[in-house]
């Protein structure tokens, strides 16, 4: 068969990549009202501004059963699992866990992406694509890492209190993004989530992520991804420039937020995923 290539929902890859490839998600948590919903599977109205709601990984046990179908479905081949960010989600320690019960735990190879949202998805692309070429475990891997390596990610948010309140950012960086700014970038850094620069104005915010992923994307091609949270408008502009001033660019996917991540980052979030050199 083939290597199967498994990620957890953060990832953010739009349906028909997922089918496509044949990747295997595993659903992240919502907690609403002491209601669990898994994510991409349950539909529920989720009010993001909201302090009460929540999110949670997958247990180690959803993360093995995974792991073990996919395992079957390569018939050997192996298993290659990109998630979340360490710093980010339990996600990454639970899939640890849940290799380490399993007794082919040496036919799969785990991948700390070092983001979220679509900074997971394109590392888990470029691994797949691998995967359908019919390269062997290794080189998945080694596609899986290297993405993730010399991925980057900005993030405009309106506000930064839910990703204090949810130990995703540091008091001090919370404080300089609610109080001194109106609009924080932030930027994702060896998997840690910091803020880059301050902005008076939305339209200076967009400016500023706008020149990062410019100056992040060089000029040997990159791979790009645009994710937003209620704001396709903002998304669709940022796309447009970004085509008109990154040459070679190889790649280039819009997705929204998905619950989990949208929980943390509120409405009205923007971000710019991007991989120099490619995923391909």
């Known amino acids: 068969m083939a290597v199967v290539v498994v990620t957890d929902s953060a990832a953010s890859l739009p349906g028909e990549l997922v089918e496509s490839f044949g990747i295997v998600v595993v659903p992240l948590h919502v907690l609403v009202d002491d209601r669990a919903i898994c994510e991409g599977v ?29 395992l079957a479905r390569s018939d050997g081949d192996g298993v290659v699992a990109v998630h979340i960010s360490r710093q980010l989600s339990a996600t990454w320690e639970a899939a640890r866990q849940a290799i380490r019960d399993m007794d082919a735990a040496d036919r799969i190879r785990l991948v700390d992406s070092l983001s979220a949202g679509l900074g997971t998805g394109l590392p888990v692309l470029a691994a797949a694509r691998r995967a359908r070429d019919g390269a062997p475990l290794e080189i998945v891997y080694d596609a899986a890492a290297s993405a993730s390596a010399r991925g980057r990610a900005f993030i405009v948010v309106n506000r930064t209190e839910q990703l204090r309140r949810g130990g995703r950012l540091s008091t001090a960086a919370a404080f300089f993004g609610t109080e001194l700014v109106t609009k924080p970038i932030l930027q994702i850094v060896e998997g840690r989530l910091e803020l880059r620069e301050k902005a008076r104005t939305r339209s200076k915010a967009y400016a500023k992520l706008v020149a990062a992923a410019v100056d992040a994307a ?11 949270l209620g704001a396709p408008e903002a998304a669709a502009t940022l796309t447009s420039q970004l085509t008109e001033l990154i040459p070679g660019i190889r790649e280039m996917i819009t997705a929204e937020f998905g619950p989990t991540l949208g929980v943390h980052l509120g409405s009205g979030a923007v971000g710019v995923l991007v991989v120099p050199g490619g995923c391909s």
């Open 42 to 70: 349950d539909d529920a109205e989720i009010d993001y501004g909201s302090s009460t709601v929540t999110t949670s990984a997958p247990s180690p046990g959803e993360l093995r059963a995974a792991y073990e179908r996919a």
């Open 218 to 228: 060089g000029d040997d091609g990159a791979t790009l991804a645009v994710q937003h």
